[in-house]
């Protein structure tokens, strides 16, 4: 049997069900608005629905994981298509088990989207099977990353749940809560760049878009001569901006305006700074175009759009479920991001430190769910402080996933080929 395929045929099973779900998800919460004999039989009704599509995605997910496991020979968390597909699959994990406790079918509507948008980003790079690095085969690879990946999830569902709380109680009309405002049309724009960004990977690679730069890189040996050597940068979007002293191959436009339009800075270390650098603009530019068209179609901010989806509900059962979600995770993170990494750091390269980016990365996040818990159980922040700790926890967390592997180059570097 070819596991490999079978693994991936599961794969899009389970991202299609997500897709429906969430679609059944959005009306099971509409039922509320919609002119039914019956608005709580609907939501129980349609709720369940939804939520049995959810759980056989989840189960679909599951089947791609065991499976690529089997073909490949090795657990499949080792690079950033299998890390991020295994998130995904956990954070659908940490839903189901918040839903039995809290019972909440609109948490679907939040969760399931970030869920899809997870797994199509990893669906940005290769999902070739790759053999492991000496340093990666290790019984700690599995522990480590599983049970980080496993605290990052519930720390998913904690910011979902806190979301969903500053949009349910901002208050639109009040003049005074301009800052509230703001700051979630601010989350909103974060989450549109990273749409816009799986939106134009995949459309560029639909269109099998490759351009090739040469970048002069000097290099100074012990006797203190300048060594000149040239290295061949392959970019996979047009290059707005170009490798430090980079020389594009044939010429390129962009709307009738020749590329590149700027050059990666000098003191950007590294032969990829430049095309991360450019990933990072072709982000930031296609998310704010995104989020253009979305207030044009809407005509009123993209929180304030949402927030009628929410309005059956009790703010203090989302503060609940935000919290006890994170407090779930913080422990998980503890064990697999700090404890047993450090344990695997010093097996495979004889320290268990060395403020290498994403180690530095996963301190910052678990000293901030520290500081979270700590205000939460001894200052009392409960409500809109808390929601917004929980939303700012999790950008923290997706910068350690995804901007460190972009923008900063480290011994985790691998994860992001």
């Not at 995605?57 to 499976?67: K, N």
């Not at 994990?93 to 609109?106: D, L, N, T």
């Not at 969760?111 to 790759?130: D, G, R």
């Not at 072709?282 to 253009?292: A, K, N």
Request: charged fraction near 15%; proline fraction near 4%; aromatic fraction near 14%.
């Amino acid at each position: 049997m070819n596991w490999l395929a079978f693994s991936q045929d599961s794969y899009l099973v389970a991202f299609f069900l997500f897709c429906i779900g969430f679609i059944s998800f959005v009306f099971t919460v509409a039922g509320r608005k919609m002119k039914t004999k019956d608005p709580a039989a609907h939501e129980q009704k349609w709720g369940r629905i939804s939520f049995s599509i959810a759980l056989l995605g989840f189960v679909a997910q599951l089947a791609y994981f065991i499976t690529r496991w089997i073909g490949g020979g090795h657990i499949p968390v080792s690079n950033m298509y299998e890390f991020m597909s295994f998130l995904a699959m956990m954070i659908i994990g940490a839903y189901i088990v918040i839903f039995f406790i809290y019972r909440s079918y609109v948490m679907g509507v939040f969760a399931l989207p970030l869920a899809v948008l997870i797994m199509a980003y990893a669906s940005v790079f290769p999902s070739e099977v790759q053999p492991l690095i000496p340093q990666l085969d290790s019984i700690w690879l599995k522990i480590h990353v599983t049970l980080a990946a496993a605290g990052e999830a519930f720390f998913a569902i904690g910011f979902v749940a806190g979301l969903m709380y500053l949009i349910r109680t901002v208050q639109w009309d009040n003049s005074s809560a301009k800052r509230a405002q703001r700051s979630l049309e601010v989350i909103m724009v974060l989450i549109m760049i990273i749409v816009g960004f799986v939106a134009v990977v995949f459309g560029y690679r639909s269109a099998d878009y490759e351009v090739a730069i040469d970048q002069r890189l000097e290099t100074v040996d012990n006797q203190g001569q300048i060594n000149s050597t040239i290295e061949t940068i392959m970019y996979k979007m047009p290059p707005l901006i170009a490798p430090y002293q980079g020389e594009v191959k044939e010429d390129q436009k962009l709307l009738g305006i020749k590329l590149p339009l700027l050059e990666a800075p000098k003191w950007m270390e590294g032969a990829q700074a430049g095309r991360k650098l450019n990933t990072v603009a072709w982000s930031i530019l296609s998310g704010l175009l995104l989020y253009g068209i979305v207030r044009l179609i809407i005509r009123k901010p993209i929180a304030r759009a949402l927030q009628p989806l929410l309005s059956g509900l009790d703010p203090e059962d989302l503060d609940e479920i935000s919290y006890r979600a994170n407090a779930i995770g913080f422990p998980v993170f503890t064990l697999g991001g700090l404890i047993f990494a450090m344990i695997w750091a010093q097996i495979a390269w004889s320290r268990f430190w060395a403020w290498d980016p994403k180690e530095v990365w996963a301190l910052i996040t678990w000293l901030f769910y520290s500081a979270y818990l700590h205000l939460r159980l001894s200052r009392g922040y409960i409500g809109a402080k808390s929601s917004w700790l929980s939303v700012i926890g999790f950008i923290i967390v997706m910068f350690t996933l995804l901007g460190v592997n972009l923008i900063i180059s480290g011994l985790h570097s691998y994860a992001g080929v």
